[in-house]
């Protein structure tokens, strides 16, 4: 809910995927017409390993790669932004 808050308030029309499946939650479109598909994510943390305290690392699966779909990451404050590997 968070994330489709936040694409509302940088002037996004927001279509929820309603069936929960397929590799995309949310479709996003402005005035101009630009459509941003979008798979939300929660960051996680890792808790334990060498790692932990570290963001765990996501990539888009290759399907989601080739229909340009973007990560849009929430944090556990409700921030929200694109994931810049993908």
Known sequence: MRAILWLTKKNY????NISGLGPCD??????KGN???IDIKSESI???GTHA????RRMPSK???KMNIKLLMVTKE???YFYKND
């Open 13 to 16: 029309y927001v279509f929820d």
């Open 26 to 31: 949310v479709i996003a479109m402005n005035d």
């Open 35 to 37: 459509v941003i598909k």
């Open 46 to 48: 890792r808790k334990t």
């Open 53 to 56: 305290g570290h963001k765990i």
């Open 63 to 65: 399907q989601q790669k």
């Open 78 to 80: 409700g921030k929200c």
